[in-house]
């Protein structure tokens, strides 16, 4: 694996910064999410552990969740806010490859 990722790093401009930054973020959000639903699902009372993952994934996650504003019934809510919140992390970090991987 880390063979490919070497042949990968030398194709580009910015060689293994283009490829740390956007991994670590990426597991930056995996892990964030992780934590956010293992508190969710276990604690009495998860208080305000959502704010960590809207940090993580600000600011392309703040437009999904503005538009619905919690309207959604029952666990609805709760699927949307996981899906919105690490789905725009997702991107945030796909987004974060294709800039500083640079050009070939």
């Known amino acids: ?5 070497s042949v990968l790093a030398k194709r580009r401009r910015h060689g293994w910064l ?5 991994g670590a973020y990426l ?3 995996l892990v964030t999410t992780g934590v956010v639903a293992a508190v ?5 009372d998860p208080g305000f552990i959502g704010v960590w ?10 437009v ?3 538009m619905v ?3 959604l019934p029952g666990p ?3 699927i949307f806010f996981y899906g919105a919140t690490t789905g725009s992390g997702l991107v945030q970090a796909w987004l974060l490859w294709v800039l500083a991987r640079g050009k070939k």
Do not use: C
């Not at 969710?40 to 009495?44: I, K, Q, R, Y």
């Not at 993952?53 to 703040?62: A, E, K, R």
């Open 18 to 22: 283009g490829i740390a930054v956007p």
């Open 27 to 29: 597991a930056l959000v």
């Open 76 to 78: 609805l809510n709760v």
């Open 64 to 66: 999904p969740l503005m």
């Open 53 to 62: 993952l809207i940090l993580v994934t600000s600011p392309l996650s703040m």
């Open 40 to 44: 969710h699902v276990f604690a009495d």
């Open 69 to 71: 504003d919690g309207d």
């Open 1 to 5: 694996m880390f063979s490919r990722l």
